[in-house]
């Protein structure tokens, strides 16, 4: 099984700072890696797919890179509506057998 | 507008099952897979398995293999999870998500919280 490492658990962000969020795979998963926000009570929101592609109506704050391994997703000016659980997830097996990282909590500093 | 809306909250005892629906509509139910992911209060997204409803077919996370059971009806486009030997551990937010057969989720469900409790 593919294991997701996300770091750090928690990040304290200022609001109209940069917050960068890391995703680790255990082994290649190419660039088959998605990125979710989370809000209390709320589902999960898609925000990157491909590594890098943001899904439709996400702002161009919302940045992601990588491929392989190591991914980052990068929030450029933190809005309020930005502090939540942040999870990577990939999509590389096949048959799939999706795994998600534990999650980046996103807190005002 | 695609929407995937689920059950409503269950309450069971341990060793009892639950079956949880998952109702799509604004898209083509044919064209995608249903997953089930849950969440467990204060943890993260652990997903359970998925169906391709075209085929009928669905494949799941080892860690459910022969507990949970995963189906769907084409005809109303409703997709199900069953899990049974229900155990305290089982207590979560159990969301259904869309992905074209192996990609993101691109919707989710609004979560069905099932409390299994004696």
């Known amino acids: 099984e593919i294991v997701m490492t996300q770091s750090p658990a928690t990040l304290s962000v200022s609001p109209g700072e940069r917050a960068t969020l890391s995703c680790r795979a255990s082994?290649?998963?190419?660039?088959?890696l998605a990125w979710y926000q989370q809000k209390p009570g709320q589902a999960p929101r898609l925000l990157i797919y491909?590594?890098?592609t943001r899904a439709t109506g996400i702002p161009a704050r919302f940045s992601g890179s990588g491929s392989g391994t190591e991914f980052t997703l990068t929030i450029s000016s933190l809005q309020s509506e930005d502090f939540a659980v942040y999870y990577c997830?990939?999509?590389?097996?096949?048959?799939?057998?999706?795994?998600f990282g534990q999650g980046t909590k996103l807190e005002i500093k | 507008q695609v929407q995937l809306v689920q059950s409503g909250a269950e309450v069971k005892k341990p060793g009892s099952s639950v079956k949880v629906s998952c109702k799509a509509s604004g898209g083509t139910f044919s064209s995608y897979t249903i997953s089930w992911v849950r969440q467990a209060p204060g943890q993260g997204l652990e997903w359970m398995g998925r169906?391709?409803?075209?085929?009928?077919?669905?494949n799941y996370a080892q860690k459910f293999q022969g507990r949970v059971t995963i189906t769907a009806d084409e005809s109303t486009s409703t997709a199900y999870m069953e899990l049974s030997s229900l155990r305290s551990e089982d207590t979560a937010v159990y969301y259904c998500?869309?992905?074209?057969?192996?990609?993101?989720?691109?919707?989710w469900g609004q979560g069905t919280l099932v409390t299994v409790s004696s």
């Open positions: 491909g590594a890098s």
């Open positions: 998500a869309r992905a074209l057969v192996a990609t993101e989720f691109d919707y």
């Open positions: 082994q290649s998963v190419s660039s088959n």
């Open positions: 997830q990939q999509y590389n097996n096949w048959p799939p057998k999706y795994t």
């Open positions: 169906i391709i409803p075209i085929f009928g077919t669905a």
